[in-house]
């Protein structure tokens, strides 16, 4: 089976441009994350979409959003693009989650590196 | 912000040595779960211990969990190079798709 994919691994882009990476699941599986990993801040969370409907927002700006498609693939946006948004964006999914289930394993993808000049 | 405290940050061993790493967290969780990096790529899943365990094996690595104490660590026994890697812990704590990360612990096997 196919690991997490995110596309593109490498991004340049200038202060004030707008960037949107992909992010396709492991195959059946219906629930996408998607962090944020900086050498200050380490690791953290940005939004979690399950059956097209975001379930879960971290506390970042409205500057990032994302969304899901029906066959689970996953993208996110960032608009207006800021020196400090220069970061590893990783994307992780996992089988389902139900309210009432244990959260289940994430698994990640390699990650989509960012540049802002 | 950070649930995780991980401790040590750096961790410089020999080949054949034991790795000892240890996460502490705030709030009470359903499981907590332990990730490896290698150079800033993407987090390898390494094991899940839920909240009702207290230990977990799985090939080389160990992993307890003290749900009074709000800690857990992970063992790597018999280290190689190939184990050089960043190591997070990540908590979830209300089924709500979000793991909250540790600073993560960067241990070094030296040949």
């Known amino acids: 089976k196919a690991g997490v994919t995110q596309t593109p691994r490498y991004l340049i882009k200038t202060r004030g441009q707008q960037v949107t990476l992909s992010c396709s699941p492991i195959?059946?599986?219906?629930?996408v994350s998607w962090y944020q990993q900086t050498p200050g801040q380490g690791l953290q969370f940005l939004f979690e979409y399950f059956s097209e409907t975001q379930r879960n927002k971290g506390n970042f700006p409205g500057r990032f959003s994302g969304r899901q498609f029906s066959n689970s693939r996953s993208e996110m946006n960032v608009s207006t693009l800021e020196l400090g948004d220069s970061a590893l964006y990783l994307c992780a999914s996992s089988w389902d989650r139900h309210p009432q289930l244990t959260q289940e394993t994430q698994y990640f993808g390699p990650g989509t590196r960012l540049l802002v000049l | 912000s950070q649930q995780g405290e991980e401790d040590p940050q750096a961790l410089s061993i020999q080949e054949g040595e034991n790795a000892t790493m240890n996460c502490s967290y705030k709030t009470s969780i359903n499981n907590l779960q332990w990730y490896r990096q290698n150079s800033g790529r993407g987090l390898v899943h390494l094991i899940l211990?839920?909240?009702?365990?207290r230990e977990k094996h799985s090939g080389r690595l160990r992993v307890t969990l003290d749900t009074s104490k709000k800690s857990s660590s992970l063992l790597i026994t018999a280290s190689r190079a190939a184990d050089t890697a960043s190591y997070f812990c990540a908590t979830d704590s209300g089924n709500t798709g979000k793991l909250i990360f540790g600073q993560g612990t960067t241990l070094q096997v030296k040949p």
């Open positions: 195959s059946g599986h219906r629930s």
């Open positions: 211990i839920r909240s009702n365990e």
